[in-house]
């Protein structure tokens, strides 16, 4: 079993991904999910929170070998980028998805030298636009962003091309087809929902259950 199934794995296990095509989940954008993944619930298991550090370290470090600074996108990626940078020892800083109304209007948290090489932690890519706002963000201070790790990708097209635009690279530990295989191995979802778990990832800003 390669990385990618045994992330999914150890997500499913700790009910970390839900899986539901009748009864589905609403993101926050709205949209219509057969499908809800809290990253956040790796924290609360030491030994798999050991895993996914170790890891995302490898990743990192096998894919940027020369990055100088870790950068968590908030909230979510900002804990995992602390393990990962504390593990490789760089230097680590986070950011907003905007700046502060208040004290110092701060976006990113922490410091680092302008012309430094920055790889962005992030817990999922779903339609990729919090990331590209940290990077963005970083890029204007003088940072040189490498690229965006992810412990989780859903694959959507709209976020592949985002990137593609933008010029950086995106690598997740995980991904959606990974996580069905696995579903469908471990009894999880039965062979007959997986054709709409797979059509809702084509188009999942119109995607709508079946009755």
């Known amino acids: 079993m390669d990385i990618a199934h045994q992330v999914a794995e150890k997500l499913l296990y700790i009910n970390a991904v839900k899986l539901n095509p009748e ?3 609403t993101w926050a954008s709205g949209w219509k999910s057969p499908i809800y993944c809290d990253n956040r619930r790796i924290l609360s298991f030491p030994y798999i929170r050991d895993y996914i550090k170790s890891e995302l370290s490898n990743l990192i470090d096998r894919q940027f070998p020369d990055v100088e600074v870790i950068a968590g996108v908030a909230t979510a990626g900002i804990a995992h980028g602390v393990l990962a940078a504390d593990l490789l020892k760089l230097n680590f800083v986070y950011v907003r998805s905007g700046p502060k ?18 790889v962005v932690v992030e817990d999922l890519i779903s339609t990729g636009s919090s990331s590209l706002r940290a990077c963005e963000a970083l890029q204007q201070a003088g940072g040189e962003v490498m690229g965006v790790v992810a412990l989780f990708d859903y694959g959507f097209e709209i976020a592949r091309e985002a990137f593609q635009r933008a010029g950086i690279p995106v ?4 991904h959606y087809d990974a996580l069905l295989e696995v579903a469908l191995d471990k009894g999880v979802i039965l062979g007959a929902q997986l054709p709409v778990l797979q059509q809702w990832r084509l188009s999942p800003q119109t995607w709508q259950p079946t009755s």
């Open 171 to 174: 690598f997740a530990l995980s």
């Open 23 to 25: 009864q589905p989940f």
């Open 101 to 118: 109304d208040h004290g110092l209007g701060n976006q990113i948290e922490g410091i680092f030298t302008s012309g430094q090489k920055i």
